[in-house]
């Protein structure tokens, strides 16, 4: 826990560092024509925005998803659930990250972290109804608590879904989003869509 604290302060201060750079190219010459700042802010936004739901759907976990771990056999349905849940998140942001390195234009479509943020989401609540039947003393003290992390992971994760979103809008917008027959095409093709335009 401690060395995921310690990289998610790195992680701030990188994005407190790339917001400096992003501020001094107002003042800088272009060479290569007009820069845009504006999807790289909104990016880094986004990037802040998702890293700070995710820290919180992390801290819930902790004390919400403790029952799971103890369930044993039962709950072995929900790590299906929550491995698609975390690889669908873990592709769209190695493909946007290594779009963004290696300037490439990013696929038309990536895995839904949506749809598998809504099933993990269904199978956690099917699971408590089946399983968990809490005495007179749990719903007044531990169910209460119980909700209010169970209604703060959800949110955190939806929101978590809706930036990494935005991040893929505002990647494509800045690298280009690859078509089906980009693959097929090379720069002889694209020389002679050029002319005929002109």
């Known amino acids: 826990m401690r ?3 310690i990289l998610d302060s790195h992680f701030r201060e ?8 992003l501020l001094l190219t107002r003042h800088e010459l272009r060479l290569r024509g007009p820069f845009d700042p504006l999807p790289f802010a909104a990016l880094i936004n986004a990037c ?4 700070n739901d995710l820290y919180v759907v992390r801290q819930c ?8 771990v ?11 659930f929550r ?7 873990l592709t769209n942001l190695y493909v946007l990250s290594g779009a963004l390195y290696a300037g490439s234009k990013v696929p038309r479509y990536l895995p839904s972290a949506a749809i598998a943020r809504k099933r993990l989401i269904d199978a956690i609540a099917e699971f408590e109804d089946e399983l968990i039947q809490p005495t007179a003393d749990e719903q007044t003290e531990h ?6 992390y169970r209604y ?12 990494l979103e935005s991040m893929e809008k505002y990647t494509k917008l800045i690298v280009g989003e690859m078509g089906f027959d980009s693959e097929f095409k090379d720069s002889s093709d694209e020389e002679s869509e050029s002319d005929q335009d002109e």
């Not at 990188?14 to 917001?19: D, E, H, T, W």
């Not at 802040?48 to 890293?51: M, S, V």
């Not at 976990?61 to 799971?68: N, Q, W």
């Not at 369930?71 to 349905?77: C, E, M, Q, T, W």
């Open 152 to 163: 703060s992971f959800n949110e955190s994760l939806t929101r978590c879904v809706a930036y």
């Open 3 to 5: 060395e995921s604290e």
């Open 14 to 21: 990188s994005l407190v560092r790339v917001r400096e750079l």
């Open 61 to 68: 976990a902790l004390f919400y998803a403790t029952d799971f």
């Open 143 to 148: 169910g209460k608590l119980a909700l209010v």
């Open 70 to 80: 103890r369930a044993g056999d039962a709950a072995k349905k929900i790590l299906g």
């Open 48 to 51: 802040e925005g998702y890293f």
């Open 83 to 89: 491995r698609d849940s975390i690889a669908s998140m």
